[in-house]
Each structure stands twice: as structure tokens, then as C-alpha cells.
């Protein structure tokens, strides 16, 4: 089955900076991509998701980039701020199916 | 729409009780799945359905849980005999269509096994 990888499980950022997250993925076969956010006792709320045909999405603040041949996508927020901080969820579904998969989440955390 | 609906909100039972986990999706949706979270496992997959009927019941852990969907608006996650490390958020989610399409999760139930 597929397995997912999410680094770093915690990451603390000033905020105005930018914050990554990055994902990899084992099966091959997976080409989409969605991307969670979970605030403190909420629960999961889909922030941005990408395809396997597309290399980038970008939403406002928020973009995602995935590379097929390497199996990884990352996360990118730009100018965070305090409502950013959150427990993000990477996941991957495979191919012809509904079944997320999901990485072990990163505790992002925007300090004035 | 209301979203996902699920009931009780919070549980709390003694071991080798019986619980009851209720979700209704939302309307027009016809993909269930039920999750489970906790600080060890993350979030878990269950079971999903497709059109009232089970399609992947891989991560059931055993044969204590059970799940079913009696129709398109109600499915229900069983627990007999309860443990205490089945204490976890449950939750659960729909989506419209069966490939690759955004879930949509409600609030959860707070479970607390004694």
C-alpha cells in the first residue's frame, strides 16, 4: 500500500516568513495530492490540492509543487501569519481510488 | 448545507461497553469513510463506502469494529467490546464521487474508553 513521509514535524517560523512542508510518497501510481490543515480540537479542512499533470498550484498565499520521477510534493506559505499555525496533513491517493493516505502532520507554529 | 454531521460529539464509557458512532454525510454525497486520530497512529482510514456499499475495510484493527450504511444519509461505527486503547477522535467524511475527490471531514466524536 501506499506510505507517506512528511517533514518536519514541528516547524516554528517569525511571522511574515515563509514556511515549507514537504511530502514523499512510495507508490508510483498515486497522482493526487491533497493538503489538510487541522487547527486545535477542528477538525481537517482541505487547503489546496494538485494533480499528477500539473507541476504547481498556487492559491493566494499557498502553493503546492509536486515531482513525479522524485515521488515528492511539497507545501509553500508565504507570509505567515499567527492564523497559520496549525497541524498540516500531506496525503496521496492512488490511481482509479478515494483512499487518502495521510503523512504524520507538521505543527507549524507563527511567532510574532 | 450543514456539512457532515456526526453524534455524540464526546463519549465516555468503561471498558466492555458497546459504542455507537452516528454520521450523516452531506447531501448528495455518495463516499463515506471513517477515520481515527491519535497522537501515535495519526490519522487512520477505517472503512470507506461507495453507494452504501464497503469498499475498503483494510483498516478495521479488528474484529471489535464494525461499520455499516443502511442508506445514502446515516452509516454507523460500532465498537463491541470497548478497550481503553480505543480512546481516539473519530472521524468521519464524504465526498461526491468515488475517484480522487475532495472529502469534506465532519467534526469528530471524542471518544474516552475508562
Known amino acids: 500500500g501506499e506510505n507517506v513521509e512528511q517533514h518536519p514535524s514541528t516547524l516554528s517560523v517569525q511571522e511574515g516568513d515563509s514556511a515549507v512542508i514537504k511530502c514523499t510518497y512510495s507508490d508510483s501510481a498515486s497522482n493526487y495530492f491533497p493538503w489538510y490543515k487541522q487547527e486545535l480540537g477542528k477538525r481537517p479542512q482541505l487547503i489546496i490540492d494538485i494533480r499528477s499533470n500539473v507541476g504547481e498550484k498556487k492559491d493566494q498565499r499557498i502553493a503546492v509543487t509536486l515531482n513525479k520521477t522524485a515521488k515528492h510534493f511539497s507545501l509553500h506559505i508565504t507570509e505567515t501569519q499567527p492564523e497559520d499555525s496549525a497541524v498540516y496533513f500531506c496525503a496521496a491517493v492512488p490511481g482509479g481510488g478515494n483512499k487518502l493516505t495521510f503523512g504524520t502532520g507538521t505543527q507549524l507554529k507563527v511567532e510574532l | 448545507d450543514a456539512g457532515v454531521i456526526q453524534s455524540p460529539r464526546h463519549e465516555v464509557t468503561e471498558m466492555g461497553q458497546e459504542v455507537t458512532l452516528r454520521c450523516k454525510p452531506i447531501s448528495g454525497h455518495n463516499s463515506l469513510f471513517w477515520y481515527r486520530q491519535t497522537m501515535m497512529r495519526g490519522l487512520e482510514l477505517l472503512i470507506y463506502?461507495?453507494?452504501?456499499?464497503?469498499?475498503?475495510d483494510s483498516g478495521m484493527p479488528e474484529d471489535r469494529f464494525s461499520a455499516k450504511m443502511p442508506n445514502a444519509s446515516f452509516s454507523t461505527l460500532k465498537i463491541q467490546p470497548s478497550e481503553p486503547r480505543d480512546s481516539a477522535v473519530y472521524f468521519c467524511?464524504?465526498?461526491?464521487?468515488?475517484?480522487?475527490?475532495?472529502?469534506?471531514f465532519g467534526p469528530g466524536t471524542r471518544l474516552l474508553v475508562l
Open positions: 463506502f461507495n453507494n452504501n456499499v464497503p469498499i475498503d
Open positions: 467524511a464524504s465526498s461526491f464521487g468515488d475517484h480522487q475527490e475532495t472529502q469534506y
